[in-house]
């Protein structure tokens, strides 16, 4: 990921404190829902899953790391905080704190769609595949660069929307399509075929915005 614009991981660490008690989590069955005995390391805890939060928020512009629908204000009944590599799964747990297995995602995508499988891994075993982009069938959040496989449009007024997602050609971005029904996300209800205008009133905005999409033949 080489986009100047996207925070990179290394800018990311964990104080000694709250690596103490990862540790401790991390030694038991399920790292992540790790509950300490003491106060004080409960709230390190919390402080540090609140840290890879917001850093991954930040990471993606405040976007799901999946399909791009802003969460911005959204809070936890909206937002996830991801594991690319399932933590449920055995070959996965030591993972659970991780940060390149860490994002942050909406929860119709992480809920619905990815839940606690990992088909979308190529090869699951190799300790050394797992950190290459190439292993990964859709686009990973922290390998990859949403934009250079996918484009999404979006334009609101009131209750009229216009969200479209444009593909790069690339078989990632097509797996990423399909796996998490990003068509489903796609609406014009500016269109006036749905009775809810005529296109004389439609702004130049949507205009612009309808022409970018058919030059991406969508």
């Not at 003491?38 to 999946?66: T, V």
């Not at 995602?105 to 606690?116: G, T, V």
């Not at 660069?145 to 484009?151: E, V």
Request: glycine residues 6%; hydrophobic residues 40%; proline residues 4%.
């Amino acid at each position: 990921m080489t986009d100047p614009y996207v925070p990179p991981l290394a800018e990311f660490a964990f104080d000694a404190a709250e690596m103490a008690v990862i540790e401790k989590a991390l030694a038991n069955d399920k790292p992540w829902d790790f509950v300490p005995e003491s106060q004080e390391e409960k709230e390190l805890l919390k402080s540090a899953k609140e840290k890879i939060l917001n850093f991954h928020l930040e990471r993606h512009g405040w976007n799901c790391c999946y399909c791009r629908t802003n969460l911005t204000g959204a809070g936890p009944f909206m937002t996830d905080r991801e594991h690319i590599l399932p933590k449920g799964k055995a070959a996965y747990k030591a993972l659970s704190y991780t940060l390149w297995n860490l994002a942050a995602a909406c929860k119709r995508c992480n809920m619905q769609f990815k839940r606690s499988g990992d088909g979308f891994v190529i090869n699951g075993d190799d300790p050394d595949a797992l950190l290459s982009s190439d292993n990964y069938r859709f686009v990973h959040p922290n390998f990859d660069l949403w934009d250079d496989h996918l484009t999404r449009i979006a334009y609101q007024v009131n209750a009229k929307n216009l969200v479209k997602i444009m593909s790069s050609g690339s078989e990632k971005a097509a797996y990423a399509y399909e796996f998490f029904n990003l068509q489903e996300l796609e609406v014009d209800s500016f269109d006036a075929v749905q009775g809810l205008g005529n296109k004389a009133e439609e702004s130049v905005a949507v205009s612009e915005l309808r022409k970018l999409a058919e030059e991406y033949g969508q």
